[in-house]
């Protein structure tokens, strides 16, 4: 028999041993989870004859859309079956049963981040579309060798609070997913496991933010690097050598929001990043599928 629930606490050590089969992330990785975002009603399992073959975790989060009003948005993160069951539709009767649950909670949206395409096509094949858009660039050292010299606090750390609300007014005119300070805390732990962190500054067209989190010693990932405007090309390079000195590496892979106008055309399916689906018709009647929105933090 197949049944798909809220966790309960005495639920988590199944739960960390799937996450840790599925993922392979280190105990200190998961143990951020617990201590800073967990409550059992936060992971949803699929249960088989009373054992835990599947879960998901979700993030109560926001999807703002300016000029269209807020939404109540869950995301799903480490959607997860175990090794030895996969391929039997374990993980699809887990999205139906957490669909269900979100419409309990008049929850009107579900997002999701696939790791790589053929995950895209399965979240596709139950009921999300793409959505969501990233700009990724990569800069490697030698192209910040000539940058001047920065002001040593051009970025200073930041609080989870603090780094939303700085996020919050920066993407205020562009459709996005906004996350409570829970949410940014998790994050934060996430960063900090390396050298890593969330960042806020100013620049002199206005205020900015960074997110970032090293995955290995010669690689750090921006996950996000939000700004106003565009800097002028030498305070531009000033920013980056404080990234530099913040975050020592060989390369560093940034994630921005993709502009719309990069979504057309023979651009039309590059910077794919995550998948929305409407629970509620009337809303999934209305929305617009050519809307590029932005993500950006999917703490993969």
């Known amino acids: 028999m197949i049944t798909v629930r809220p966790s309960v606490p005495e639920d988590v050590p199944a739960q ?25 009603e936060r992971v949803i399992l699929l249960e088989e004859d009373g054992a835990v073959r599947s879960m998901t975790a979700w993030f109560d989060t926001t999807f703002v859309v300016p000029g269209q009003g807020e939404h109540r948005t869950a995301y799903l993160y480490a959607v997860a079956t175990r090794p030895d069951c996969r391929g039997r539709g374990l993980a699809a009767a887990l999205l139906a049963g957490a669909d269900e ?9 579900v997002t999701t981040v696939p790791a790589e395409k053929s995950l895209h ?13 990233v700009l990724g660039t990569c800069y490697g050292s030698h192209e910040l ?3 001047p010299v920065p002001a040593p606090d051009l970025l200073r750390p ?14 205020k005119d562009i459709p996005h997913i906004a996350y409570p300070p829970d949410a940014l805390a998790y994050q934060a732990g996430c960063c900090a496991l390396g050298d890593g962190g969330l960042f806020i500054g100013d620049a002199s067209t206005g205020p900015m933010c960074l997110c970032a989190e090293r995955a290995s010693g ?3 990932i921006l996950k996000e690097f939000l700004y106003l405007g565009r ?5 531009l390079g000033g920013i980056w050598q404080n990234i ?13 929001p993709r502009p719309a106008e990069f979504c057309v055309g023979v651009n039309e399916k590059l910077g794919r990043f995550g998948m929305l689906k409407w629970l509620d018709p009337a809303l999934e009647s209305a929305w617009d599928w050519d809307t590029v929105g932005y993500l950006g933090l999917a703490f993969d």
């Open 121 to 133: 096509d399965f979240f596709g094949s139950n009921g999300f579309q793409e959505c969501f858009r």
């Open 145 to 147: 060798e000539k940058a």
């Open 218 to 220: 010669e690689l750090v």
């Open 16 to 40: 960390r041993e799937l996450w840790k089969l599925a993922f392979g992330d280190s105990d200190q990785y998961i143990d951020n989870f617990y201590s800073t975002y967990y409550r059992p």
């Open 101 to 109: 649950y979100f419409c309990s909670l008049n929850i009107p949206a």
């Open 244 to 256: 530099a000195a913040l975050l020592p590496a060989q390369r560093w892979d940034l994630r921005q």
């Open 158 to 171: 930041a609080s989870p609070e603090e780094y939303g609300r700085v996020r919050e007014a920066l993407l």
């Open 231 to 235: 800097p002028p090309l030498p305070e």
